[in-house]
T-cell receptor
Framework: NAGVTQTPKFQVLKTGQSMTLQCAQD?????MSWYRQDPGMGLRLIHY???????DQGEVPNGYNVSRSTTEDFPLRLLSAAPSQTSVYFC??????????????FGPGTRLLVL | GQQVMQIPQYQHVQEGEDFTTYCNSS?????IQWYKQRPGGHPVFLIQ?????EVKKQKRLTFQFGEAKKNSSLHITATQTTDVGTYFC??????????FGQGTRLTINP
């Protein structure tokens, strides 16, 4: 199993540009989430999904869109990039299996710089 | 929203010294998880604590969950250079999403 994969690894954008961060998992996990990591801020939840066709907002959703058309894929779209979106983005997946809580399996991350 | 406060933010130790990081919630947690992130890497799950007063050990790492299920700690005995990284706790309240603490970045002087 590849686990959770993310592309690209690095990206530089200009203010106002749009892009999609890709995330895929091959563990048949129901839950998928997007986090951003900024220095001193820990991991903050952007959007999450509890299954195909179902998404919801997390703590910092503004400026981002998501969709979940399949169990495997959960792309994150930046509609109009802003310098404040410079961050490291992690995708994570977890199983809804009873008794295991929501242990998160993280992808390797995408480092985004918005100029 | 719910928050988990984690301290300290940074800790620098000499190799062989002990290290402890603490997490606190103002309300009772359902469970708490701990993750480790190596420099340049991604968070990796270490352990989950569910029961009041629970103590779990992984080699030199000891994890505790408070009696009131509002606080937790991670203690590393006799640190090694391989312990370098950022340690995160993540709390959960019922069926709500995990909320991560700010993390404690551990650096070690060999």
């Amino acid at each position: 199993n590849a686990g959770v994969t993310q592309t690209p690894k690095f990206q530089v954008l200009k203010t106002g540009q749009s892009m999609t961060l890709q995330c895929a998992q091959d563990m048949n996990h129901e839950y998928m989430s997007w986090y951003r990591q900024d220095p001193g801020m820990g991991l903050r939840l952007i959007h999450y999904s509890v299954g195909a066709g179902i998404t919801d907002q997390g703590e910092v959703p503004n400026g981002y869109n998501v969709s979940r058309s399949t169990t495997e894929d959960f792309p994150l779209r930046l509609l109009s990039a802003a310098p404040s979106q410079t961050s490291v983005y992690f995708c994570a997946s977890s199983s809804r299996a009873s008794g295991t809580g929501q242990t998160q399996y993280f992808g390797p991350g995408t480092r985004l710089l918005v100029l | 929203g719910q928050q988990v406060m984690q301290i300290p933010q940074y800790q620098h130790v000499q190799e062989g010294e002990d290290f402890t990081t603490y997490c606190n919630s103002s309300t009772t947690l359902s469970n708490i998880q701990w993750y480790k992130q190596r420099p340049g890497g991604h968070p990796v799950f270490l352990i989950q604590l569910v029961k009041s007063g629970e103590v779990k050990k992984q080699k030199r790492l000891t994890f505790q969950f408070g009696e009131a299920k509002k606080n937790s700690s991670l203690h590393i005995t006799a640190t090694q250079t391989t312990d370098v990284g950022t340690y995160f706790c993540a709390g959960q309240w019922g069926a709500q999403k995990l909320v991560f603490g700010q993390g404690t970045r551990l650096t070690i002087n060999p």
